[in-house]
């Protein structure tokens, strides 16, 4: 079993930053990648940024492509979600979450194994 602990989420002015961390305990040896998905108000989960965990390979959102950077320290065992130039419609609900070896694409929420309980962002106007 793996655990997922976020952090790092609150309240941002439109324009500010935050930056969420995610910590891994447990059976990571067969993760593959983590991710952060999130969640607005009245809309479903949608994938945001994911990195591989040995190569550090990177996907993202258009949404969030070059406001956003995901990173990981192996040494931690510890994800982090750096968000810059923040937005209203980034208010949601962010999770963290895990992906095992051979389940498939970073960006399809179905594949991950594990997740975090969430931490809630909100941008004010």
């Known amino acids: 079993q793996v655990q997922l602990a976020e952090s790092g989420g609150g309240l941002a002015q439109a324009g500010g930053s935050l930056r969420l961390s995610c910590a891994a305990s447990?059976?990571?040896?067969?993760?593959?990648?983590m991710g952060w998905f999130r969640r607005a108000p009245g809309k479903e989960r949608e994938f945001v940024a994911a990195?591989?965990?040995?190569?550090?390979?990177?996907d993202y959102t258009a949404s969030v492509k070059g406001r956003f950077t995901i990173s990981r320290d192996k040494s931690k065992n510890t994800i982090f979600l750096l968000m810059n130039s923040l937005k209203p419609e980034d208010t949601a609900v962010y999770y963290c979450?895990?992906?095992?070896?051979?389940?498939?694409?970073?960006?399809?929420?179905?594949?991950?194994?594990?997740w975090g309980q969430g931490t809630q962002v909100t941008v004010s106007s």
């Open positions: 979450a895990g992906l095992k070896i051979g389940r498939g694409s970073m960006r399809n929420e179905a594949n991950y194994d594990y």
């Open positions: 990195v591989s965990w040995s190569v550090g390979s990177t």
């Open positions: 447990g059976r990571t040896s067969s993760t593959y990648a």
